[in-house]
């Protein structure tokens, strides 16, 4: 449903990142932040509402290795770091008015302060995805909810983080 202005009714226009801020925050998120590098997060989309990335399996990865399966503690910090960046996302669709530079230097102090990882089904598979999504964005806290997915689209664990915005 499209979002509508409160006070005239109009449809609201969708918030587009330019290539310069998607860029900069996908280098953030894949390259500067060492341990998602270590993990295998990709970036695949990312929007102020939301963002979508990928994990594929590897060796290094597996926490039982009778069944390949997907240690829980690649599970639980993959969706931290999916909650932290919809934060950084919600916070550059807040601040449009910012040059992407400016925006992409509010993202130096958020932290996570709460997280609750679910975990539904075992991570067993080759390809990973993961989204998340920000509920409620104040001015020092946002809350997020996250999804974990097999290739198959199956959810396998869910999560909700809180993260400290100062």
Same mark, same amino acid.
């Given at each position: 449903m499209?979002?509508?202005? @409160?006070?005239t009714g109009?449809?609201a226009? /969708?918030i587009v990142?330019?290539? #310069?801020? +998607?860029?900069?925050?996908?280098?953030?998120?894949e =390259?500067? +932040?060492?341990?998602?590098r270590?993990? *295998?997060?990709? &970036?695949?989309?990312?929007? /102020?509402?939301?963002v979508?990335?990928?994990?594929?399996?590897? /060796?290094?990865l597996? *926490?039982?290795?009778?069944?390949?399966?997907?240690?829980g503690?690649v &599970?639980?910090a993959?969706?931290?770091a999916?909650?932290?960046i919809?934060v950084?996302?919600?916070?550059?669709? $807040?601040h449009m008015?910012?040059?992407?530079l @400016? $925006?992409?230097? $509010?993202?130096s102090?958020?932290?996570?302060?709460?997280l $609750?990882?679910?975990?539904l089904?075992?991570g067993?598979? #080759?390809?990973?995805?993961?989204?998340a999504e920000v %509920?409620? %964005? *104040?001015?020092?806290?946002g809350?997020?909810r996250? =999804?974990?997915? *097999?290739?198959?689209?199956? %959810?396998?664990?869910?999560?909700?983080?809180?993260? &400290?915005?100062?």
């Amino acid at each position: 449903m499209p979002k509508t202005s @409160q006070t005239t009714g109009a449809t609201a226009q /969708p918030i587009v990142f330019e290539p #310069e801020f +998607i860029a900069g925050l996908t280098h953030i998120f894949e =390259e500067l +932040i060492v341990f998602n590098r270590v993990l *295998g997060l990709k &970036i695949a989309s990312i929007t /102020p509402e939301r963002v979508v990335a990928h994990i594929d399996m590897k /060796p290094e990865l597996v *926490g039982h290795f009778s069944f390949n399966r997907l240690h829980g503690g690649v &599970i639980s910090a993959g969706l931290d770091a999916m909650g932290g960046i919809a934060v950084m996302a919600a916070i550059g669709g $807040r601040h449009m008015d910012e040059p992407p530079l @400016q $925006r992409l230097h $509010r993202f130096s102090k958020l932290g996570t302060i709460d997280l $609750r990882i679910d975990y539904l089904r075992p991570g067993i598979g #080759e390809r990973f995805e993961l989204r998340a999504e920000v %509920l409620r %964005l *104040g001015s020092r806290v946002g809350s997020t909810r996250m =999804e974990f997915l *097999g290739a198959d689209g199956k %959810l396998l664990s869910t999560g909700a983080g809180a993260y &400290i915005m100062s």
